[in-house]
């Protein structure tokens, strides 16, 4: 902290510097007495010296009158009296002698005037000293008092800095360790942030959806689907394709297998759990069908004869985010095809099949 000087002259605050910005005094305090005490002496010898001149003047110019008017009267009774001169020249001399001791008694009572001045002049600088020795001790206890002021100042200044640096310490050591542990959850907060902002998404989507209870029911039914297959068989109760209706009807191979199997190719895949087979009022056991995407697997109890009584109806909610459906049917080397993906035959043996796409093979379990 820079260090401020008060000028004991007038007063200003001035930074470390030996003169006073404002009236020019010195800021040392020696320098300031011994300046004071030249100031004041140089007033006293100043003012002595102009008393004497002043009276030595006025001495000459008396005498000088007084001169003058004794010469102008010696000079009037010439004129006048013209022959009396010489008589009159004893009158002159002691005209002399009293003009003589006139300027005597008057530089007498001008020096005593000197004097009594000079001693007035002395008294004068003896209590001009005084009052600069008081005004000194006065600026000295005032130097004094500002500078322990100003001690004390300094000390509460410095205590104050140094309780806010460990102040400041603290709170950076603190910012420090949060910031290293931010810096840490930064790839976890953007994580978060990005599957906040993809359920923020997908709530406002739903908001959108469930806004209005009638609009989101009629969107759930609207959606709901119902197919119909009118199921034609050969005459002599072969596999039968018919690839332009999207089904296949393979009946039992063996006396044994009772169990004649429709694939029913829909549209599109029923969402999980919401497929239902009807043959008229007739609903088929949940147990009796599954689907694979797209494909239904009907498993038919009764003779396949019944099949082309009545229709078959699917009805079902669309899983429209499958994309992977399977397009047609087809039959090659005694071999029913879903696109170009061998199945397998139904109520058979079939070494021969290894799996597909829409029904790969599980693998064997491993040996201990």
């Known amino acids: 902290m820079p260090t401020v000087k008060q000028c004991y002259q007038c ?25 004071k005490v030249k100031d004041q002496l140089a007033d006293s010898i100043r003012d002595r010296n102009v008393l004497e001149m002043d009276s030595s003047i006025r001495i000459f110019e008396k005498t000088w009158d007084w001169i003058k008017l004794i010469f102008g009267i010696a000079v ?10 010489f008589w009159k020249v004893s009158d002159f001399w002691s005209g002399v002698n009293e003009a003589r001791q006139s300027v005597k008694d008057s530089a007498k009572r001008s020096n005593d005037e000197i004097v009594r001045s000079s001693s007035q002049s002395v008294q004068e600088m003896s209590n001009a000293l005084e009052a600069g020795k008081k005004a000194i001790n006065k600026a000295s206890n005032e130097a004094i008092q500002q500078s322990r002021a100003l001690k004390e100042t300094t000390l509460q ?12 310490r603290n709170d950076l050591e603190g910012s420090r360790a949060q910031l290293q542990a931010a810096s840490k959850l930064g790839p976890e907060m953007e994580g978060v942030r990005k ?18 209870s009638e609009e989101f029911v009629k969107s759930v ?3 709901h689907v119902t197919e119909y297959f009118s199921l034609k068989l050969n005459v002599s109760n072969a596999r039968t394709i018919d690839s332009k209706n999207r089904y296949a009807v393979i009946p039992p191979s ?8 429709v694939l029913l190719l829909l549209n599109t895949t029923p969402i999980q759990g919401t497929l239902q087979l009807q043959q008229t009022v007739a609903v088929q056991p949940p147990g009796s069908f599954v689907n694979i995407h797209n494909l239904v697997l009907f498993f038919w109890g009764d003779p396949a004869s019944g099949l082309e009584q009545k229709p078959l109806s699917a009805s079902y909610f669309p ?35 290894k799996g597909n796409k829409w029904m790969p093979m599980s693998p064997p379990p491993s040996k201990p």
């Open 76 to 85: 009037a009774l010439l004129v006048l009296t013209g022959a009396g001169v």
């Open 221 to 223: 039914f609207s959606s």
């Open 319 to 353: 899983d429209k985010s499958d994309k992977e459906i399977i397009h047609s049917l087809s039959e090659r080397d005694g071999r029913v095809f879903a696109d170009d993906q061998p199945l397998p035959k139904f109520g058979e043996p079939d070494p021969d099949f």
């Open 254 to 261: 063996t006396k044994e297998n009772k169990n004649t199997v």
């Open 195 to 212: 599957q906040l902002a993809q359920a923020t998404h997908d709530i406002e989507a739903q908001q959108k959806v469930l806004s209005n």
């Open 157 to 168: 200044t410095q205590a104050e800095v140094s309780r806010q640096t460990a102040s400041f």
């Open 11 to 35: 007063g200003k605050d001035n930074p470390d510097e030996t003169f006073c910005g404002g009236c020019g005094s010195p800021l040392a305090l020696g320098d300031y007495i011994s300046k």
